[in-house]
């Protein structure tokens, strides 16, 4: 079965300064990975995704993952925080074998002071 | 580009109440899905449904039933609301290539007194 941990159910950045969310999965063949955010109120945006190819892979509004198959991790990274990035991060991994069904974790809510 | 859109935005039952929420996604996919949204606990398959005709049961689907009235609509109805149904809930769909991601619509807020 497939499991997701996001370790950091808080985290809190000044404004500018870097942001890495960590995320762990367990599952036995390469998965499908993905990282979503969630502001307030809203449903969930897909950041980015990793698939097959290059272990670094880009998203929108600036952030970035790696895909460390040796570590079983997708931790996503931003080098500089702008106070729009205030919201909940979900990690979540799905695979061709599961049903393409997405096992999510717990989520990392970011919060940036000014 | 509407999506995935669901209805209604927000609704309050009371204990024992049925209610059916619903799903529409204009992207002509085949795949559709029902989540709940806790705090600290990330999201949790409730059902899914691969194509028009088929559904599946996913981690947490006692005291739901789902409907895929077509390839457009998946509804989520529950018969007896009761108060640990109290939750957020969102519809996702996504193509079937392999590494296409969910799209998300943006959730009912439900509370059950």
């Known amino acids: 079965a497939q499991s997701v941990t996001q370790p950091d159910i808080h985290i809190t950045v000044s404004e500018g300064a870097s942001l890495e969310l960590r995320c762990n999965y367990s599952?036995?063949?390469?998965?499908?990975l993905f990282w979503y955010v969630q502001s307030p109120g809203q449903g969930l945006q897909l950041l980015l995704k990793?698939?097959?190819?290059?272990?670094l892979v880009q998203g929108i509004k600036g952030f970035e993952a790696e895909f460390k198959r040796s570590q079983s991790s997708f931790n996503l990274r931003k080098p500089s925080v702008h106070w729009s990035d205030a919201a909940e991060y979900f990690c979540a991994v799905g695979a061709r074998a599961a049903g393409n069904k997405l096992t999510f974790g717990g989520g990392t809510r970011v919060l940036v002071k000014p | 580009n509407a999506g995935v859109t669901q209805t209604p935005k927000f609704q309050v039952l009371k204990t024992g109440q049925s209610m059916t929420l619903q799903c529409a996604q204009d992207?002509?996919?085949?795949?559709m899905y029902w989540y709940r949204q806790d705090p600290g606990m990330g999201l949790r398959l409730i059902y899914y449904?691969?194509?028009?005709?088929?559904?599946d049961k996913g981690e947490v689907p006692n005291g739901y039933n789902v409907s895929r009235l077509n390839k457009r609509e998946f509804s989520l109805r529950l018969e007896s609301a009761a108060p640990s149904q109290t939750s957020v809930y969102f519809c996702?769909?996504?193509?079937?290539?392999?590494?296409?991601?969910?799209?998300f619509g943006d959730g009912t807020r439900l509370s059950i007194l």
């Open positions: 992207m002509n996919h085949n795949s």
């Open positions: 996702a769909s996504r193509e079937d290539s392999p590494g296409q991601p969910q799209h």
């Open positions: 599952y036995g063949a390469t998965p499908y």
């Open positions: 990793y698939f097959s190819g290059d272990t």
């Open positions: 449904s691969a194509s028009e005709g088929t559904t």
